[in-house]
Protein backbone atom coordinates (compact mmCIF):
# COMPACT_ATOMS: atom_id res chain seq x y z
CA UNK A 1 0.00 0.00 0.00
CA UNK A 2 1.50 3.20 -1.04
CA UNK A 3 -0.39 6.75 0.48
CA UNK A 4 0.93 9.44 -1.72
CA UNK A 5 0.24 12.24 1.28
CA UNK A 6 2.31 12.33 4.44
CA UNK A 7 1.44 10.43 7.34
CA UNK A 8 2.32 11.78 11.24
CA UNK A 9 3.57 9.91 14.08
CA UNK A 10 3.27 12.44 17.00
CA UNK A 11 6.79 12.73 18.45
CA UNK A 12 7.05 14.39 21.69
CA UNK A 13 7.73 11.40 23.94
CA UNK A 14 7.46 7.79 23.98
CA UNK A 15 8.18 4.97 21.12
CA UNK A 16 7.82 7.03 18.08
CA UNK A 17 10.17 5.98 16.08
CA UNK A 18 9.14 2.52 16.13
CA UNK A 19 5.94 3.57 14.83
CA UNK A 20 7.14 5.52 12.12
CA UNK A 21 9.33 2.21 11.36
CA UNK A 22 6.75 0.39 11.03
CA UNK A 23 4.60 3.21 8.46
CA UNK A 24 7.44 3.20 6.19
CA UNK A 25 8.19 -0.50 6.19
CA UNK A 26 4.43 -0.47 4.71
CA UNK A 27 4.81 2.01 2.67
CA UNK A 28 3.44 5.51 4.22
CA UNK A 29 5.37 8.95 4.22
CA UNK A 30 6.24 9.88 7.36
CA UNK A 31 6.49 13.26 8.75
CA UNK A 32 7.14 13.34 12.88
CA UNK A 33 5.20 15.57 14.34
CA UNK A 34 6.20 17.88 17.05
CA UNK A 35 4.94 21.11 16.00
CA UNK A 36 1.44 22.65 14.65
CA UNK A 37 3.35 23.23 10.81
CA UNK A 38 4.19 20.16 11.05
CA UNK A 39 0.67 18.18 11.87
CA UNK A 40 -0.61 20.17 8.98
CA UNK A 41 1.50 18.47 6.60
CA UNK A 42 -0.21 15.17 7.57
CA UNK A 43 -2.98 13.16 6.38
CA UNK A 44 -3.51 11.12 9.48
CA UNK A 45 -1.17 10.65 12.99
CA UNK A 46 -0.45 7.59 14.84
CA UNK A 47 0.01 8.71 18.90
CA UNK A 48 2.17 6.65 20.04
CA UNK A 49 2.88 4.98 23.64
CA UNK A 50 4.69 6.85 25.76
CA UNK A 51 3.33 8.89 29.52
CA UNK A 52 -0.29 9.93 28.44
CA UNK A 53 0.28 12.99 31.35
CA UNK A 54 3.63 14.07 29.93
CA UNK A 55 2.15 13.60 26.43
CA UNK A 56 -0.66 16.07 27.52
CA UNK A 57 1.89 18.72 28.89
CA UNK A 58 4.02 18.51 25.96
CA UNK A 59 1.38 19.04 23.24
CA UNK A 60 -0.37 21.62 25.11
CA UNK A 61 3.67 23.58 25.68
CA UNK A 62 4.44 22.69 21.89
CA UNK A 63 1.31 24.51 21.07
CA UNK A 64 0.08 21.26 19.14
CA UNK A 65 -3.38 20.88 21.91
CA UNK A 66 -5.66 22.96 20.34
CA UNK A 67 -4.96 22.13 16.74
CA UNK A 68 -4.91 18.16 17.53
CA UNK A 69 -8.32 18.49 19.05
CA UNK A 70 -9.31 20.69 16.01
CA UNK A 71 -7.92 18.34 13.38
CA UNK A 72 -9.62 15.32 15.06
CA UNK A 73 -12.89 17.08 15.03
CA UNK A 74 -12.65 17.59 11.62
CA UNK A 75 -12.11 13.83 10.63
CA UNK A 76 -8.26 13.39 10.05
CA UNK A 77 -7.59 9.83 11.17
CA UNK A 78 -5.58 8.95 14.12
CA UNK A 79 -4.67 5.51 15.48
CA UNK A 80 -3.20 5.64 19.58
CA UNK A 81 -1.84 3.14 20.90
CA UNK A 82 -1.96 2.59 24.41
CA UNK A 83 -0.72 6.06 25.93
CA UNK A 84 -1.84 7.79 22.71
CA UNK A 85 -5.32 5.32 23.37
CA UNK A 86 -5.68 7.62 26.20
CA UNK A 87 -5.04 10.45 24.68
CA UNK A 88 -7.97 10.01 22.51
CA UNK A 89 -10.44 8.97 25.18
CA UNK A 90 -13.39 11.34 25.72
CA UNK A 91 -13.24 10.27 29.63
CA UNK A 92 -9.73 9.15 31.51
CA UNK A 93 -9.99 7.39 34.51
CA UNK A 94 -7.28 7.45 37.45
CA UNK A 95 -5.53 10.29 35.50
CA UNK A 96 -3.18 12.58 36.97
CA UNK A 97 -3.99 16.22 38.82
CA UNK A 98 -5.28 18.57 35.44
CA UNK A 99 -4.31 16.18 33.23
CA UNK A 100 -6.30 16.78 29.79
CA UNK A 101 -7.27 13.91 26.78
CA UNK A 102 -7.84 15.52 23.22
CA UNK A 103 -11.17 13.00 22.77
CA UNK A 104 -12.61 11.88 20.11
CA UNK A 105 -13.15 8.12 21.18
CA UNK A 106 -16.49 7.81 23.46
CA UNK A 107 -15.23 5.80 25.90
CA UNK A 108 -13.95 5.57 29.43
CA UNK A 109 -9.89 4.52 29.66
CA UNK A 110 -8.75 3.44 32.60
CA UNK A 111 -4.55 4.33 33.17
CA UNK A 112 -2.00 1.78 34.20
CA UNK A 113 -5.11 -1.09 34.53
CA UNK A 114 -2.52 -3.71 34.93
CA UNK A 115 -0.41 -2.11 37.59
CA UNK A 116 2.98 -1.34 36.81
CA UNK A 117 5.41 -2.42 34.25
CA UNK A 118 6.47 -5.39 36.07
CA UNK A 119 3.15 -6.82 35.51
CA UNK A 120 3.73 -6.31 31.71
CA UNK A 121 2.11 -9.56 29.55
CA UNK A 122 1.47 -10.79 26.31
CA UNK A 123 -1.52 -12.21 24.41
CA UNK A 124 -3.27 -13.57 21.88
CA UNK A 125 -5.84 -11.60 20.45
CA UNK A 126 -8.90 -12.36 18.09
CA UNK A 127 -9.46 -9.01 16.28
CA UNK A 128 -12.55 -10.36 13.43
CA UNK A 129 -11.94 -7.08 11.34
CA UNK A 130 -8.33 -7.92 11.09
CA UNK A 131 -8.77 -11.78 9.99
CA UNK A 132 -6.88 -14.38 11.05
CA UNK A 133 -4.11 -15.53 12.96
CA UNK A 134 -5.01 -13.71 15.84
CA UNK A 135 -2.72 -10.64 16.97
CA UNK A 136 -0.14 -11.29 19.16
CA UNK A 137 -0.45 -8.25 21.56
CA UNK A 138 1.98 -6.71 24.37
CA UNK A 139 0.91 -4.75 27.10
CA UNK A 140 3.10 -2.46 29.09
CA UNK A 141 1.48 -0.51 32.32
CA UNK A 142 -1.73 -0.29 29.87
CA UNK A 143 -4.83 1.18 29.93
CA UNK A 144 -8.37 -0.77 29.44
CA UNK A 145 -11.39 0.50 28.01
CA UNK A 146 -13.62 0.74 31.04
CA UNK A 147 -16.90 1.58 29.00
CA UNK A 148 -17.83 1.90 25.20
CA UNK A 149 -20.34 4.25 24.74
CA UNK A 150 -23.03 3.68 21.79
CA UNK A 151 -20.63 5.97 18.97
CA UNK A 152 -17.61 3.34 19.15
CA UNK A 153 -17.30 -0.04 18.77
CA UNK A 154 -14.91 -2.83 20.53
CA UNK A 155 -12.80 -4.58 17.90
CA UNK A 156 -10.86 -6.81 20.73
CA UNK A 157 -11.18 -7.80 24.04
CA UNK A 158 -9.23 -10.17 26.68
CA UNK A 159 -10.14 -13.43 27.78
CA UNK A 160 -12.19 -11.61 30.59
CA UNK A 161 -14.11 -9.45 28.57
CA UNK A 162 -12.29 -6.34 29.13
CA UNK A 163 -11.66 -4.35 26.28
CA UNK A 164 -7.90 -3.29 24.59
CA UNK A 165 -9.27 -1.89 20.82
CA UNK A 166 -11.89 -0.17 19.86
CA UNK A 167 -12.60 2.08 16.82
CA UNK A 168 -15.05 4.95 15.70
CA UNK A 169 -14.95 6.55 12.14
CA UNK A 170 -11.67 7.73 11.38
CA UNK A 171 -10.64 6.77 15.02
CA UNK A 172 -8.64 3.98 16.17
CA UNK A 173 -7.35 2.81 19.58
CA UNK A 174 -5.08 -0.04 20.99
CA UNK A 175 -4.12 -0.47 25.03
CA UNK A 176 -1.15 -2.49 23.23
CA UNK A 177 1.75 -2.02 21.12
CA UNK A 178 1.49 -3.71 17.93
CA UNK A 179 5.14 -1.63 16.71
CA UNK A 180 7.02 -4.27 18.90
CA UNK A 181 5.90 -7.20 17.50
CA UNK A 182 6.11 -7.18 13.87
CA UNK A 183 2.41 -6.71 13.73
CA UNK A 184 1.71 -4.37 11.16
CA UNK A 185 -2.41 -4.96 10.70
CA UNK A 186 -3.54 -2.42 12.53
CA UNK A 187 -1.31 0.17 10.89
CA UNK A 188 -2.32 -1.28 7.48
CA UNK A 189 -5.85 -0.82 8.63
CA UNK A 190 -5.28 2.87 9.91
CA UNK A 191 -3.57 3.42 6.71
CA UNK A 192 -6.61 2.22 4.78
CA UNK A 193 -8.62 5.07 6.73
CA UNK A 194 -6.52 7.57 5.53
CA UNK A 195 -6.42 6.41 1.83
CA UNK A 196 -10.47 6.57 2.31
CA UNK A 197 -10.74 9.87 3.86
CA UNK A 198 -8.76 11.83 1.29
CA UNK A 199 -7.69 14.25 4.36
CA UNK A 200 -5.97 17.08 3.23
CA UNK A 201 -5.68 16.18 -0.10
Known amino acids: MTVATPVGVLALQGDFREHADVLRTIGATVVLVRRPEELDRVSGLVIPGGESSVMDK ?58 SQNASFETDLVVESLGDPPVHAVFIRAPVVERVGPLATSLATLADGRCVAVEQGNLLGTSFHPEMTGEHRF ?15
Open 58 to 115: LSRLFGLFDPLQAAVRAGMPVYGTCAGLIMLADTVLDGMVGQQSIGGLDIEVRRNAFG
Open 187 to 201: HEYFLQKVYATAFRR
